[in-house]
């Protein structure tokens, strides 16, 4: 049983809407973003309030038909539909209704599309970083991608009306490494048998540190850790690894159908732990470091080469002893889909790939699914 119940996660972002709207009425920007190689402290350093926007659901998927082609990724069909409906009275109080710009980094085609889209129907100054596809760091494209860092704090600065006070970018920087330290010590309990936190917990604390403000975070992972320490363990029951394209806050029923029956110890996401995974390091210069850790954090799909992904997906697999991987991509998202036969091959444990949108209508069938691949483990 998941130790964060889903209603929690709901109080906490109306509290934080609340919030946030007080914010915006003394003046404060609120910069929204999806990917997570957007650099939420020179965000912050330039005055405003990031939050990730990650949402998702099947209302949104198809409302955003309106604005991007069908064979769009549920993901950014689902962002537009969620800035759609923020601006009708039924969602008015939306995360998706109080962004101010947006910062995207076009990791893929898509979303290198969607903030040119949101820009275009909605009206909200985007600020876009290219992160190139390959993933060595050689000099000339760390150089390229310090540059693009420097020019996001200058634009963000002048946007906000703030000075960019670089001495601040290191404090952050050390406020966000506690944040994901506090997560990584969450995360190591679930070596042990019968794990104390599930895959819900852990993307439910991970959409709440890009929501709420870090120390709040903070307090709240604190108190998980106290529950977590006191629940008693025994189970014999399949230890699995999720994988694949983005799992949205709307979109956990898969996540919560295995874990009726099997325990999720590990996964590859980046709304899960590749979003914790790394530190980014605090001698030096500040800028040098963010562009160091921004452009080699835990890598996507979408860039290449990536072996990495597979050694990480390997040393996941020992470490958190899985016995299966559940391998969710979603309908149109190339980058993730592309790689299922791969990493089939060469994960060495048996695996299940499932392909679909956020639509409800085939459940049924992938609990059978899912239910015949773990009485087969
Ligand atoms: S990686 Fe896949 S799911 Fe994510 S935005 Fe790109 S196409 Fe969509």
Redesign the pocket.
Known sequence: MALIPRERVEEFRVERIAELQDFRRAGIKVIGYFSYYAPVEIIRVAGAIPVRLMRGGYDAEVRGERYLRSDA????LSTMGNFDMARSERAADSLYALVDAIVGVN??D??HRLPESIHRYFNLPVFELYMPRTSEPLPHRLTEFKRQLEWLAAELAAFTGQEFERERLTPEVRSSNHVRGLLRTLDDRRKHDGPALTESDVLNLVTLATILDGKRFAQFAADVELKAGSRPRSSNRSRLMLGG??VAEQDRWLVETIEQKADIVTDLLSEGTRWFADDCNTEGDAMDNLTNFYFTRSPCM?RRPNDEVYANAQRRVEEFRVHGLVYKT?L?????NFEAVRLRKEIGIPMLHIDGNYSTENREQLRTRVEAFLENL
């Open positions: 990724c549920p993901v950014c990791t893929c898509l979303l394209s983005e979408t979603l149109y998202c190339d980058p993730w």
